[in-house]
C-alpha cells in the first residue's frame, strides 16, 4: 500500500514534536515511540543524577547550619565547597541526560517515520 511506504504503518509513525514534548518528563517520548528500554534508560539516569544533587543541597543546609552553630567555620566552608562542586556536577549532568531524551526522542520520532527502525533503535546522547 502507498500508505505504508517504509515498512512503518500510518499508525507507528509518531509526531517528532509530540515525542520530543513528551520527553519533559525524562523516558515518556521513548515510550511514546515504542521504546520502553530507552525510557528507563533516561528516566534512571535523569532521577538518579537530578535527585541527589537536589537532597545534597537540603541535607547540607542542616549540616551547615549544625557546624556554624558550634563555631566549625573553617570545616563548614570546606563541606559547603566541596557539596556546591559535587551539586553543579550531578545537576549538570542531569540536564544533560534530560536534553538527551528530548532530543532522543525527536530523532527516534523522525528516524520511524522514515522506516528506520534500526536507527530509531539507537541511543543518542546531546552534543554541543
Known amino acids: 500500500m502507498a500508505s505504508e511506504a517504509g515498512g512503518v504503518s500510518p499508525l507507528r509513525r509518531p509526531n517528532p514534536g509530540l515525542a520530543a514534548g513528551l520527553s519533559a518528563i525524562p523516558g515518556l517520548g521513548q515510550l511514546y515511540t515504542g521504546h520502553p528500554r530507552k525510557a528507563l534508560y533516561y528516566l534512571f539516569w535523569t532521577v ?8 545534597l543541597i537540603m541535607a547540607g543546609q542542616s549540616i551547615g ?18 557539596s556546591v562542586f559535587a551539586f553543579i556536577g550531578l545537576f549538570l549532568a542531569g540536564l544533560f541526560v534530560w536534553a538527551s531524551s528530548i532530543i532522543d526522542a525527536y530523532q527516534s520520532a523522525v528516524a520511524m517515520g522514515a522506516g528506520d527502525t534500526e536507527r530509531a533503535a539507537q541511543r543518542r546522547m546531546f552534543r554541543l
Open 48 to 55: 538518579f543524577t537530578i535527585g541527589p544533587a537536589v537532597l
Open 65 to 82: 547550619h549544625g557546624l556554624l552553630t558550634h563555631g566549625s567555620g573553617a570545616l563548614f566552608l570546606l563541606i559547603a565547597l566541596v
